[in-house]
């Protein structure tokens, strides 16, 4: 079973900057992905940012420039640096990884979601 801890959401003021954090834990033998999803009210989920192992990136066009997203393999942690931050930014934002399970001599694969962070930008 893997697990996934958020954190670092808040109330920020347009302009602000905030970071996110996502920590996974649990029976890991690889991680193939981390990113970072998010959920506005009345809205469908939507990308932010994934990265891979090997450190691709992916991000939604719209908010390259403005967002990072970083990982730091040995701590299983994915980070998103948000700065410049927009009232349209605000949203419920969820973490997801995908991996490999321990011990399954590499035939299971896992995919979990985190249990969402709320950030809210204030004009």
């Known amino acids: 079973q893997v697990q996934l801890v958020e954190s670092g959401g808040g109330l920020v003021q347009a302009g602000g900057s905030l970071r996110l954090s996502c920590a996974a834990s649990g029976t890991i033998f690889s991680i193939l992905s981390m990113g970072w999803y998010r959920q506005a009210p009345g809205k469908q989920r939507e990308l932010v940012a994934t990265?891979?192992?090997?450190?691709?990136?992916t991000y939604a066009d719209s908010l390259k420039g403005r967002f990072t997203i970083s990982r730091d393999n040995a701590k299983n942690t994915v980070y998103l640096q948000m700065n410049n931050l927009k009232p349209e930014d605000t949203a419920v934002y969820y973490c997801n990884v995908r991996g490999v399970v321990a011990g399954s001599g590499g035939g299971r694969h896992f995919e979990v979601w985190g249990q969402g962070t709320l950030v809210t930008v204030s004009s």
């Open positions: 990265i891979t192992g090997g450190g691709s990136t």
